[in-house]
């Protein structure tokens, strides 16, 4: 999947993550990149904010519920198992082994992922409260990106 001009323009060269703020495994996902990107080149947009909705509706996907992260580097956009292979590959070492689960087929890795994603509240929870990150995790969002 490949973003309109204007929104690679607006999201910049950086490796972006789009991740549902709401959900604890996803905001799980997020903070282990903030924990692991030792070079701080990730940025991030919260799906449930108004460059989110905007990304996502860009995509043809659904603003209602936010089944995939998205991880956008070089303005290609990596949904499902391939977008957590994108971002493991971009961590590099050791991380980068990880990015074998972008290897098999759509055909397999997809259902199991679309599985997860339907039942990520029930299995893993919602958050009730918004979460208040600190001014350094702050300014790595996207202007925009943050609810």
């Given amino acids: 999947m490949q973003l309109p001009p204007p929104l690679i323009d607006r999201i910049g060269p950086a490796p972006v993550v789009v991740f ?5 495994l996803c905001s799980g996902f997020f903070r282990f990149l903030l924990r692991h990107d030792r070079e701080r080149q990730f940025r991030f947009v919260v799906a449930q904010s108004p460059l989110g909705d905007q990304l996502y509706q860009a995509l043809g996907l ?51 992922y679309t599985l997860i994603a339907r039942n990520r509240y029930r299995w893993f929870g919602r958050y009730d409260a918004c979460m208040i990150p600190d001014a350094d995790v702050r300014a790595r969002f996207l202007p925009g990106g943050w609810g």
């Fill in 20 to 24: 549902d703020g709401e959900c604890v």
């Fill in 62 to 112: 659904s603003i209602e519920d936010y089944e995939t992260n998205l991880v956008i580097i070089g303005g290609r956009v990596h949904t499902k198992a391939r977008a957590f292979a994108a971002a493991m590959r971009a961590l590099g070492w050791p991380w980068r082994g990880l990015a074998v689960t972008g290897w098999p087929p759509a055909w397999m890795t997809g259902p199991l």
